[in-house]
Nanobody, 124 residues
Framework: QVQLVESGGGLVQAGGSLRLSCAAS????????MGWFRQGSGKEREFVAA????????SYADSVKGRFTISRDVAKNTVYLQMNSLKPEDTAIYYC?????????????????WGQGTQVTVSS
């Protein structure tokens, strides 16, 4: 099991940027794949981005391609989500999650461990 703690959320104007961090502890971080999901008010949790344990494979939802970048620092046991050109529709609670296998990375129910989430609010 891995423990995950997100940070970096906040209030930003449309067009602005934020960088989310997810610190991991417990299970060996270098052996797990990581994902970011988000859940807006009254909406289902949706996939945002994922990164393989090696950092060489990345996957993004179409809605964030070209604007968001996922990365990881194995030495710091941390995964990041750089969010640029933010839009009001990006407003949500953002969660990081961990899984052992690189398959169906866009499915939330395939992930084993979750953080508590961090709120991102984008004003128009």
């Amino acid at each position: 099991q891995v423990q995950l703690v997100e940070s970096g959320g906040g209030l930003v104007q449309a067009g602005g940027s934020l960088r989310l961090s997810c610190a991991a502890s417990g299970r060996t971080f270098s052996n797990i794949h990581m994902g970011w999901f988000r859940q807006g008010s009254g909406k289902e949790r949706e996939f945002v981005a994922a990164i393989s344990w090696s950092g060489t494979i990345r996957s993004y939802a179409d809605s964030v391609k070209g604007r968001f970048t996922i990365s990881r620092d194995v030495a710091k046991n941390t995964v990041y989500l750089q969010m640029n050109s933010l839009k009001p529709e990006d407003t949500a609670i953002y969660y990081c999650a961990a899984k052992g296998k690189w398959n169906t990375v866009s499915r939330a129910n395939e992930y084993d461990d979750w953080g508590q989430g961090t709120q991102v609010t984008v004003s128009s």
